[in-house]
C-alpha cells in the first residue's frame, strides 16, 4: 500500500510521515519512506546522521533500469518522468526498490536529494521528485508492503501527476485556519482524480481544537495527534521511542493504518492516470523536449498490477 503525507509547510507532516512508518515497521511490515519533500529532513527524525544517495543524481541510472526491453522506448533519453511501463519495461516488486537504505528505525529510506549548485535559479524540483514517480509508474506492490511518502509542501504536490500514485493521501493539517485552507486547496483539486483524503489533526491541546477540526473538515477528519512532549523531545534529538508516546497518540497511528489497509487496491486507476499525465506532459512540454511523439510510449496491452508480473 503507498501513503502519501501532505500539508501546510510547518504542519508537522515529516514528522508524522516518520512516526506512521516507525509504527507500522514496529508492527512487522515491510517499509520504504521516501523524502520527496524539498526540505530533506525525514533521514534525520528517521535516526540517519547522513543522507542516503539522492534518486535526483541517479536519474538516468534508474530509466535505464526500468526502461528493460521495452520496444517503445528505445532509451534513456526518451523516457521522462511520466513515462509508463509497458510490456518489456523492467517491473519492481517491494524488495526491488533501488536506491533504499536501512534506517536505526526500521524503515528503509530513498531520498530525492536537495537542490544541487548546479539547479540554482535554472531548475524546479520537479525534476528530482520525477525519480518517485518513475519508480511507484513501475512498481507492483503487494499487501502487507508500504510505502510511506513525504510529499511537498501546500499545493505544490499538484505540480506533477505523482499526487495521483498513492492508495491513501494524509493531509497533516494543525487546527488553524491556514490549516484547513490547505486541506479546501488540496480536497479542491484532487475532487476530479478518485484521490481518497484523510486529515490527521495535528498538534492538537484541547476538545474545541477538534471541534475546529470537525467544523472546517467534516468526515474527512479521521483522527489526531495530540500536543505531545514525547514528539517534541524527538523533533529535538533527544532520546525517543515509540514507546514514548501518549496513548492518544499511539492510537491515532492505529486507526491511520486500519484506513489505509482497508483502501482498495484500484489498479486500473493507477493505469488511466499513469496514462493521462503522461499524454499531458508530453503535450505540454515533453514532446518538444525529447523530439518524439511520447504517445507511442502508451502500450494498449499492457495490465497494471500483479498481472504484469506474469506477462
Known amino acids: ?12 507532516k515529516t514528522t508524522m510521515s516518520a512516526l506512521f512508518a516507525r509504527y507500522v515497521a514496529g508492527q512487522g511490515s515491510p517499509v520504504v519512506a521516501v523524502d520527496a519533500d524539498i526540505n530533506q529532513h ?20 534508474i530509466k535505464e533500469l526500468l526502461r528493460g526491453d521495452n520496444p517503445r522506448i528505445p532509451s534513456a533519453a526518451a523516457m521522462v518522468k511520466t513515462t509508463p511501463p509497458g510490456r518489456g519495461s523492467r517491473l519492481l516488486t517491494f524488495e526491488d526498490l533501488p536506491y533504499s537504505v536501512p534506517t536505526p528505525e526500521g524503515p528503509r529510506l530513498m531520498v530525492t536529494g536537495p537542490f544541487g549548485e ?41 505540480a506533477s501527476g505523482l499526487f495521483t500514485r498513492f492508495d491513501l493521501t494524509v493531509l497533516v493539517a494543525e487546527p488553524t485556519r491556514q490549516g484547513v485552507s490547505v486541506y479546501r486547496q488540496y480536497r479542491d483539486h484532487a475532487a476530479d482524480f478518485e484521490v481518497p483524503i484523510a486529515v490527521v489533526g495535528n498538534k492538537v491541546q484541547d476538545p474545541g481544537d477538534v471541534a475546529f477540526l470537525r467544523e472546517h473538515v467534516g468526515d474527512d477528519l479521521l483522527t489526531w495527534m495530540e500536543h505531545s512532549p514525547a514528539v517534541r523531545a524527538l ?42 499525465f503522461h499524454l499531458r506532459n508530453a503535450r505540454a512540454w515533453a514532446n518538444e523536449r525529447t523530439g518524439l511523439d511520447l504517445a507511442t510510449q502508451i502500450d494498449p496491452g499492457f495490465v497494471y498490477g500483479p498481472a504484469a508480473l506474469a506477462q
Open 235 to 276: 523533533e529535538q534529538g533527544r532520546p525517543f521511542a515509540l514507546a514514548d508516546l501518549e496513548t492518544g497518540n499511539l492510537d491515532a497511528l492505529a486507526v491511520l493504518l486500519k484506513q489505509l489497509d482497508a483502501q482498495p487496491k484500484d489498479w486500473a486507476r493507477f493505469g488511466r492516470q499513469t496514462a493521462e
Open 118 to 158: 548546479e539547479d540554482l535559479g535554472v531548475a524546479c524540483y520537479h525534476s528530482k521528485v520525477g525519480a518517485v514517480e518513475l519508480l511507484l509508474n513501475h512498481l507492483v506492490d503487494e499487501a502487507g508492503e508500504y510505502v510511506v511518502v513525504d510529499m511537498t509542501a501546500g499545493a505544490d504536490s499538484f
Open 42 to 61: 525525514l533521514a534525520l527524525v528517521l535516526g540517519l546522521d547522513t543522507q542516503p544517495e539522492p534518486l535526483g543524481a541517479r536519474l538516468t541510472e
Open 1 to 12: 500500500m503507498r501513503v502519501a503525507f501532505v500539508g501546510k509547510g510547518g504542519s508537522g
